[in-house]
C-alpha cells in the first residue's frame, strides 16, 4: 500500500519568500512522486516528478522538489513566491507497472501575502 | 488542440436522479481514471480503465458506475445510490508506458 502525508492545510507567506511544501510519502516499491497545482474550479496541472535518476527535479513556473529516500520525502521549494503561485498543492505517489494508480495527499492552500 | 474536456461544467442533480457526466480525450492514451475531491480530503479514485471494455473499481467506486466503449471516452455515472454526490469530479488519462496523468477541468455537481 502507498499514502501520502502534508502536513498542515495552510500555508501563508509574503510576496518575496521562500516557499516550502511539505510531502511525505509511504510506499512498498520505488516510487514515482509528483506534485501537482490546481487552480479555483480547475483541474490539476503537472508541476514537476520524480521516476529515477536525478533527485533534484525542477519544475515549471520556479518550483523545484528533492527526492530523498532515507527521509521518504519530497519537499516542494521556490526561492521566491509571486502573487500567481496561490493554489492549492497536491503531492501525490505512484506505484509502477501497466497498472499504476496515483494516490494523493490532502493538499496544501499556499497563500500569498503582498 | 490535445487534451481532456470533461461536460457539463455544472451539473445539478434532485434527488433520486441519475446523471452522467462525460469525459472525453483526443491524447490517444490509453488509460482512464475518475476521482472525487472535497475540500480537505485530496482526490480519491472512484474508478479506472486500462483499455477498451475493461474498468475496474476505485478506493470509492459503492454508488457509481463507468462504460468504456471507446477509448477516447469514459463517462461517469452517479447513481441514486451515491447518497452524498455533491464534489468536484475530475477525470484524468495517461499514456501506457508513461507515468504521468493528465487531468480534465472538472465537473461540479451539486444537489437540489
Known amino acids: 500500500a502507498q499514502s501520502v502525508t502534508q502536513l498542515g492545510s495552510h500555508v501563508s507567506v509574503s510576496e518575496g519568500a521562500l516557499v516550502l511544501l511539505r510531502c511525505n510519502y509511504s510506499s512498498s516499491v520505488p516510487p514515482y512522486l509528483f506534485w501537482y497545482v490546481q487552480y479555483p474550479n480547475q483541474g490539476l496541472q503537472l508541476l514537476l516528478k520524480?521516476?529515477?535518476?536525478?533527485?533534484l527535479v525542477k519544475g515549471i513556473n520556479g518550483f523545484e522538489a528533492e527526492f530523498k529516500k532515507s527521509e521518504t520525502s519530497f519537499h516542494l521549494t521556490k526561492p521566491s513566491a509571486h502573487m500567481s503561485d496561490a493554489a492549492e498543492y497536491f503531492c501525490a505517489v505512484s506505484n509502477t507497472g501497466a497498472n499504476s494508480k496515483l494516490t494523493f495527499g490532502k493538499g496544501i492552500t499556499l497563500s500569498v501575502r503582498p | 488542440d490535445g487534451g481532456i474536456t470533461q461536460s457539463p461544467k455544472y451539473l445539478f442533480r434532485k434527488e433520486g436522479q441519475n446523471v452522467t457526466l462525460s469525459c472525453e480525450q483526443n491524447l490517444n492514451h490509453d488509460a482512464m481514471y475518475w476521482y472525487r475531491q472535497d475540500p480537505g480530503q485530496g482526490l480519491r479514485l472512484i474508478y479506472y480503465s486500462q483499455i477498451v471494455n475493461d474498468f475496474q473499481k476505485g478506493d470509492i467506486a459503492e454508488g457509481y458506475s463507468v462504460s468504456r466503449e471507446k477509448k477516447e471516452s469514459f463517462p461517469l455515472t452517479v447513481t441514486s445510490a451515491q447518497k452524498n454526490p455533491t464534489a468536484f469530479y475530475l477525470c484524468?488519462?495517461?499514456?501506457?508506458?508513461?507515468?504521468?496523468?493528465?487531468f480534465g477541468p472538472g465537473t461540479r455537481l451539486l444537489v437540489l
Open positions: 520524480y521516476t529515477t535518476g536525478a533527485t
Open positions: 484524468a488519462s495517461r499514456s501506457r508506458g508513461q507515468e504521468t496523468q493528465y
